[in-house]
């Protein structure tokens, strides 16, 4: 079963960085925003975290199981997106699609 796109934590979170987003758009400096952005947020919530809260650590993990957290970090980092656009609702933001249909303990 899929998981929410964003928690609200998660929602806050991006929502308190629109400012940033935009002194950095304003100043041609997105890259540094793009990198600072995903290395914060992947250190707060590790995608492995989200989709196996019960399971190996990443270092016992299954291929299947690597490749499901590497296509949910490519999912979620769809939130440029958002943020292009200014539309960083919370409620926008709550779009499932990250979710694996591997189990914690191997394959789906």
Known sequence: M?????????????????DMYKY???HNDLVDFWTSLFEIFFTCWP???????????????????????DKGVVTRKHVEEAFVNLDIAADELDVEGVGSDVEAGGSG
């Open 47 to 69: 995608e492995h975290e989200v989709l196996f809260p019960d399971g190996p650590p990443p270092q016992d993990f299954t291929e299947e199981q690597r490749q499901a957290v």
């Open 2 to 18: 899929p998981v929410q796109y964003f928690s609200a934590e998660q929602c806050y979170w991006l929502d308190n960085q629109i």
């Open 24 to 26: 950095c758009d304003e």
